[in-house]
């Protein structure tokens, strides 16, 4: 099986040893559970280890914040996006630092600022470079979406590869496991099975799945660039790999989706955006959609995030720019970047996060005859094998469109889905993954 490498913060953390030899790596412990797709299973491991990792525990505050990054990931696959979010606000990365961080924030040249559409404005902008790069934060799936949706406009303005962290470098990229181009059962099952292969790690949660698929079905080669082995120059190793595709075609133009700081400019690490600017002479479009986003708790938005929405009030992902429409540079900490997104907290609808109807694309679909805590999982039909149908093995390879984690039930309550146009295989499972009802969904918007 191919190593996969999670983060830059992961790997940072993993170098720390748990003070306890008692106590297993949370991510190393749930590995063979998400590879396996088996979600729940992984959720259920860190809850019993939580106890362990409260601050009254004689874990250092990196073990703390190495555990509850681990544990908001498994969240944001089982489709638990705001749990996500409030595990990390536990960490001492946003709750320990934050809380001594409460300051009044100047809205002086408020006035002189104005907001406009995120994907507009990047959109327009791409046109000036071969590079974009956008990155996210692991634990807010949100963050694939956004860059799904930029994908058929910037096809349209030339822009050919998406390279992906997410997924490990191989010299098979001309290959047609990694190229796009075709919608159809056969081409849709390569996309399925690059998500749930052992190539990719966060490529196994529903939204990034969405964003591979909808890749595919343009035409976009997908490329990942992830280096397999550990090592320091990480960052060099990533932008030579992605470098590979200019020196086969100097013209061309990529899409570079990343985690949190790789594509910041002016940090005062070499990052990837530094050794691809070195690499190449391409100055890239970057774009930072990590840093102002909403919190359940809005305890923990930065104090600036919070103005800015109270006096903006944006109803979706925004940029900052003046008068004459140049982006406001927002800097976070010692970070810079080209380009901030200031994305507001979304809510919820049908008891689901908003933002799965209104970047998603998706559909509120009810589902039938839930009587018991349950997980329901949707497949896209055409990458289900009916043959196997019964088959549970082949759903532990098969990621969903969408998954609902109902872990308490109420009589007469309606739960929903989210689903876009298609026909699904819809599955129920208990909390101890024993399968007990299916069906298919049609679904029109």
């Not at 896209?380 to 196997?388: L, P, Y």
């Not at 009802?437 to 679904?443: M, T």
Request: hydrophobic letters at 35%.
């Amino acid at each position: 099986m191919k190593k996969i490498i999670l983060s830059l913060f992961f790997l940072s953390l993993l170098q720390q040893p748990l003070k306890s030899q008692n106590l297993p790596n949370p991510v190393e412990l749930t590995r063979p559970d998400i590879m396996g797709l088996q979600f729940y299973d992984a959720l259920a491991k860190l809850r019993n280890l939580e106890p362990a990792y409260q601050p009254s525990s004689a874990r250092t505050s990196q073990e703390i914040a190495y555990f509850y990054y681990a544990l908001a990931t498994i969240f944001s696959f089982n489709g638990m996006y705001d749990s996500a979010i409030l595990a990390i606000d536990k960490t001492y990365l946003r709750g320990v630092l934050r809380q001594g961080k409460r300051t009044t924030v100047d809205t002086t040249n408020f006035s002189r600022y104005r907001t406009v559409s995120a994907k507009s404005y990047i959109v327009e902008r791409s046109a000036y470079t071969q590079a974009v790069m956008i990155n996210e934060a692991h634990t807010v799936p949100r963050h694939r979406l956004f860059t799904k949706s930029l994908l058929q406009e910037l096809y349209d303005k030339g822009y050919r590869v998406l390279c992906l962290e997410a997924l490990a470098y191989s010299d098979e990229v001309s290959s047609p496991f990694y190229t796009g181009g075709g919608v159809g059962d056969y081409q849709e099952g390569k996309v399925q099975r690059l998500a749930s292969g052992d190539r990719g790690y966060y490529t196994k949660e529903s939204c990034f799945l969405d964003l591979l698929r909808e890749a595919n079905r343009i035409g976009y080669t997908i490329y990942g660039y992830e280096p397999e082995i550990d090592s320091s120059a990480r960052d060099s190793l990533m932008a030579v790999n992605i470098s590979k595709i200019f020196k086969k075609n100097p013209k061309a133009k990529v899409v570079i989706h990343a985690g949190h700081g790789h594509i910041r400019a002016g940090v005062k690490y070499k990052n990837l955006y530094f050794h691809f600017k070195e690499m190449t002479g391409i100055t890239p479009l970057t774009i930072d959609q990590a840093a102002y986003y909403g919190h359940p708790n809005e305890y923990y938005n930065s104090p600036y995030y919070t103005a800015l929405c109270k006096h903006f009030n944006p109803t979706e992902p925004v940029i900052l720019t003046d008068s004459s429409g140049h982006h406001i540079h927002l800097s976070l900490d010692i970070d810079t970047t080209n380009v901030y997104i200031i994305a507001p907290y979304a809510g919820s609808a049908y008891g689901r996060s908003a933002w799965l109807f209104t970047q998603g694309g998706r559909k509120a679909v009810k589902v039938k005859n839930v009587s018991k805590p349950s997980i329901i999982k949707a497949y896209c039909a055409t990458e289900v094998n009916i043959n196997t149908i019964n088959q549970p093995f082949y759903y532990r390879r098969s990621v969903p469109i969408d998954i609902l984690s109902l872990e308490n039930v109420n009589k007469g309550k309606d739960y929903y889905l989210a689903l876009p146009d298609g026909v699904f295989l819809v599955r129920y499972e208990d909390l101890k993954g024993n399968v007990y009802n299916e069906y298919y969904e049609q679904v029109t918007l």
